[in-house]
């Protein structure tokens, strides 16, 4: 940091400018065409302020104050943001999505009942307590579900209709 000292005619045109209203970007500007410097805005501050002169309040605004966005509440006779007010609250209720499932009924196997290339699609275990099981029906290769739970999982833009494999159907015996 380049250490700058205040020649006492700087000082002396600080101490004007300040009467006279200006900001302190304002005095550093006129300050430096003037005497040919390179003061900051803060540094005219920091000189202000040790000098004695300064409080850190504006002797008159310099931007015209802006109106404050919002709207009247009824009853109310000021205005208020619309980020500071609470939640809209809805009137109506909005409708669950319908869910979908795969035509499977589950063999509702436990963890330890699993054996390798079992579905591992899960049912169940979402409250407190509630026991998990899982479909247990065989896998389609490369995953770790049935075909139909496998497309379940995989596809949100299915519809409800089911999807069953020829080797799904062949492998559980309905084929």
């Known amino acids: 940091m380049e250490m700058m000292n205040w020649l006492p005619e700087h000082s002396a045109a600080l101490q004007d400018l300040r009467a006279r209203g200006l900001s302190y970007s304002e005095i550093a500007d006129t300050i430096n065409a003037t005497f040919n410097t390179a003061y ?3 540094a005219a501050l920091s000189r202000a302020q040790r000098m004695g002169l300064a409080g850190l309040e504006r002797l008159e605004p310099s931007l015209p104050e802006l109106p404050r966005i919002g709207r009247l509440r009824e009853g109310h006779t ?32 436990s963890l330890l009942d699993l054996k390798p290339g079992d579905c591992r ?22 995953s770790s579900y049935c075909t139909p739970h496998f497309h379940l999982s995989r596809d949100p833009e299915a519809t409800a209709r089911p999807v069953l494999s020829a080797a799904w159907l062949q492998a559980i015996g309905a084929g």
């Open 121 to 142: 699609y899960p049912y169940g275990g979402d409250s407190d307590g509630e026991t998990m099981t899982f479909c247990g029906h065989p896998c389609r290769s490369g």
């Open 40 to 42: 900051t805005r803060n």
């Open 78 to 109: 000021e205005l208020t943001p619309d980020l500071l007010r609470g939640p809209k609250i809805f009137a109506e209720t909005v409708e669950m999505p319908q869910l979908r499932c795969a035509a499977v009924v589950p063999r509702h196997l």
